[in-house]
């Protein structure tokens, strides 16, 4: 089945500090999202990319679809200690209705202080 | 808006008892999926509903689950009987047709012991 690769799995970092996640597949996604957990919440949206080679912001945050649609990247810039969290891409293609969301498996952001 | 409600919150149970998961979607959201989320696998559709119909249960991991959209402000996910390996955090998360961008509850973490 699709399967999205997700990367780093982990990242510890100091505060202050730029940060870089990617998420990789060898299929095609209409739509990748980007989401953050915090512990014991469910996953809240932090950007939505919808066309191939969109750049998108939201505050800190930029994420981009990759031109190949089959890649996304997501920065954090000058991290703080509220970023702290697991972060997942999520892409999906089922185009004009609602289908499944296939999510990658997580990069856990720890921040120091 | 309250977002999408979610009860339990923790659930401990002794290996085959029922379980019942409930969730509340946002009004005026038309589709309501089901998520399980553990260490292994991450975050895994079980089964998404619209317009209170199931689309797709190929998630659902055997006879055991069983999903109810009886309307269009309630959800239920079963568990009978229950088993150590069902241990997880379950989410329900809800949707419109023109967003893509899923709205998440706090999930119930399920302890089948």
């Known amino acids: 089945g699709q399967q999205l690769n997700q990367s780093p799995q982990s990242m510890f970092i100091q505060e202050g500090e730029d940060v870089s996640m990617n998420c990789t597949s060898s299929s095609i996604f209409n739509t990748w999202l980007w989401y953050k957990q915090d512990p014991g919440e469910g996953p809240v949206l932090l950007i939505a990319?919808?066309?191939?080679?969109e750049l998108t912001s939201n505050g800190r945050l930029t994420a981009q679809f990759g031109i190949t649609r089959k890649d996304s990247f997501l920065n954090i810039s000058a991290s703080i200690p509220s970023d702290v969290g697991i972060y997942f891409c999520?892409?999906?293609?089922?185009?004009?209705?609602?289908?499944?969301?296939?999510f990658g498996k997580g990069t856990k952001l720890s921040v120091k202080p | 808006d309250a977002g999408v409600i979610q009860s339990p919150r923790h659930e401990v149970t002794e290996m085959g008892q029922e379980v019942t998961l409930r969730c509340k979607p946002i009004s005026g959201h038309n589709s309501l999926f089901w998520y399980r989320q553990t260490m292994m696998r991450g975050l895994e559709l079980l089964i998404y509903?619209?317009?209170?119909?199931?689309?797709?249960d190929s998630g659902m991991p055997e006879d055991r689950f069983s999903a109810k959209m009886p309307n269009a402000s309630f959800s239920t996910l079963k568990i009978q009987p229950s088993e150590p390996r069902d241990s997880a955090v379950y989410f329900c998360?809800?949707?419109?047709?023109?967003?893509?961008?899923?709205?998440f509850g706090s999930g119930t973490r399920l302890t089948v012991v």
């Open positions: 990319l919808y066309k191939a080679g």
């Open positions: 998360a809800s949707s419109t047709d023109r967003y893509y961008g899923y709205t």
């Open positions: 999520a892409g999906e293609n089922y185009g004009g209705s609602q289908g499944n969301l296939i």
């Open positions: 509903f619209n317009n209170n119909v199931p689309i797709d």
